[in-house]
């Protein structure tokens, strides 16, 4: 079983250059996140999608952007990357409803120079 | 926005300690979640609670759902090696929105 697949593992950017961060699963699951993890700081959420063609922004959306076109994708973009964008990204997905258990890719560690 | 206040930051123990952790909110979740993650991992799901005073266990973890539903504790028993990694708590909202803990660092000492 896939689960949630994260690509690129890892990845550095210059500053100002844009890049996509992809993210895939196959438990049919309407809802799909992305989290940025900082030392001390623990998951905060980016972006959220409650079903293909739905998006919300979520406690630290500025500098991304993301779509939702299938209910399998939900890929991340980074405008223009910035070195405060540093950081580990983690996609996950959950049924909506009660109890919905979240579960997350391997996540994908950026570095902006 | 909501936070949640997980304490302690870390923790250093000896194999064979219990162990306790816990969140409080000043929000309501609908389900709480305690999750751990190995140092390269995404985290991973421990136990899940869905009913405030729900007492759940999972071998050595035992979680529980604060009556007001602001707050959850997890324990583990016997602490192993394998224990090492960081936990989480995360609230839920009905339509799956989580809010996570800032973590606790578990350190076990042979």
């Known amino acids: 079983n896939a689960g949630v697949t994260q690509t690129p593992k890892f990845q550095v950017l210059k500053t100002g250059q844009s890049m996509t961060l992809q993210c895939a699963q196959d438990?049919?699951?309407?809802?799909m996140s992305w989290y940025r993890q900082d030392p001390g700081m623990g998951l905060r959420l980016i972006h959220y999608?409650?079903?293909?063609?739905?998006?919300d922004q979520g406690e630290v959306p500025n500098g991304y952007n993301v779509s939702r076109s299938t209910t399998e994708d939900f890929p991340l973009r980074l405008l223009s990357a910035a070195p405060s964008q540093t950081s580990v990204y983690f996609c996950?997905?959950?049924?909506?409803?009660?109890?919905?258990?979240?579960?997350f890719g391997q996540g994908t560690r950026l570095t902006v120079v | 926005g909501q936070q949640l206040n997980q304490s302690p930051q870390s923790m250093f123990i000896q194999e064979g300690e219990d162990v306790s952790m816990n969140c409080t909110s000043s929000?309501?979740?609908?389900?709480w979640l305690w999750y751990k993650q190995d140092p390269g991992e995404g985290p991973v799901l421990l136990i899940a609670l869905y009913k405030a005073g729900e007492l759940t266990s999972n071998g050595r973890l035992t979680a529980q759902f604060g009556i007001t539903r602001k707050d959850s504790f997890l324990n583990i028993s016997a602490s192993i090696p394998s224990d090492v990694g960081i936990y989480f708590c995360?609230?839920?909202?009905?339509?799956?929105?989580?809010?996570f803990g800032q973590g606790t660092i578990l350190t076990v000492h042979p």
């Open positions: 929000s309501i979740f609908n389900t």
């Open positions: 996950a997905s959950s049924r909506t409803g009660p109890g919905a258990e979240a579960f």
């Open positions: 438990m049919n699951h309407e809802y």
């Open positions: 999608s409650v079903g293909a063609g739905i998006t």
């Open positions: 995360a609230g839920g909202t009905s339509y799956g929105k989580l809010t």
